[in-house]
């Protein structure tokens, strides 16, 4: 197959696990962000300082855009992005926490 037949788009996957050690500052940050945009409607700014207010992983979530991720990557424009944050169990030593493991998610051969 030639360059010209295949895609020019790539689905880039990434997983990370975080630690919040200063909630607070966290959460300050995130309220700081969703204050400076001027784009956003009061009833969506009222809902969004809510949800930063009672869940760090919403404020980690406004906080992480995927557009800084590849705004500096030559010759790449971002087409699309959508991302969640949530909070987990995590315990690096258990045997059930395999970074390596295959979730069964599709397009895992890259």
Do not use: N
């Not at 200063?22 to 204050?35: E, F, P, Y």
């Not at 207010?53 to 855009?65: G, S």
């Not at 949530?86 to 979730?103: F, G, L, R, T």
């Amino acid at each position: 197959m030639s360059a010209d037949d295949t895609s020019r788009f790539v689905r880039l996957r990434v997983e990370m696990v975080v630690e919040v050690d200063d909630a607070q500052k966290l959460t300050g940050a995130a309220l700081a962000r969703v204050a400076e945009d001027e784009q956003m409607p009061a009833d969506e700014r009222a809902h969004a300082e809510a949800a930063v207010k009672a869940d760090e992983a919403e404020a980690l979530a406004y906080l992480v855009d995927p557009f800084d991720l590849v705004s500096q990557v030559p010759g790449v424009e971002l087409t699309q992005a959508s991302w969640s944050s949530e909070q987990i169990d995590y315990d690096p030593d258990s045997p059930d926490w395999d970074p390596d493991e295959d979730d069964g998610g599709e397009d895992d051969d890259v």
